[in-house]
């Protein structure tokens, strides 16, 4: 999309949030809980709930809708914003671990 609207003068981002209270994540979790069935899929159940302990530290929903306001009105921006920096710092270590995982 960045690409097919640069020739009008449109600038694109993505945001990419980390776990706010909204109810999104918690629907997510609800949902993997209805299709678990231990004996057919390979994701146990306690990996599941383990997952779920980011429901127990999610941030205010206002600090993102600031975020996305700072970005969205900024006359420059980085194509990706990740936020808070938490997040950011934990996708950047999950990319770097993963590019160098030998298999």
């Known amino acids: 999309m960045k690409a097919e609207l640069e020739e009008f003068n449109v600038q694109v981002a993505t945001i ?3 776990p706010f209270e ?7 979790f609800e949902e ?6 231990q004996n057919e899929y390979f ?13 127990e ?4 929903p206002e600090d993102m ?12 921006h980085h194509f990706r914003t990740a936020f808070p920096q938490e ?7 999950f990319e770097q671990e ?5 298999v």
Do not use: C
């Open 43 to 55: 994701t146990s159940r306690d990996s599941i709930a383990e997952t779920e302990k980011v429901l």
């Open 16 to 18: 990419n949030p980390g």
């Open 98 to 102: 993963t590019w160098e995982e030998k």
């Open 65 to 76: 809708i600031a975020k996305m306001v700072e970005v969205i009105e900024a006359d420059s």
């Open 22 to 28: 909204t109810g999104f994540n918690d629907r997510m």
């Open 32 to 37: 993997k809980w209805k299709w678990s069935h």
């Open 87 to 93: 997040t950011e710092n934990n996708m950047k270590s």
């Open 57 to 60: 530290e999610q941030y205010d």
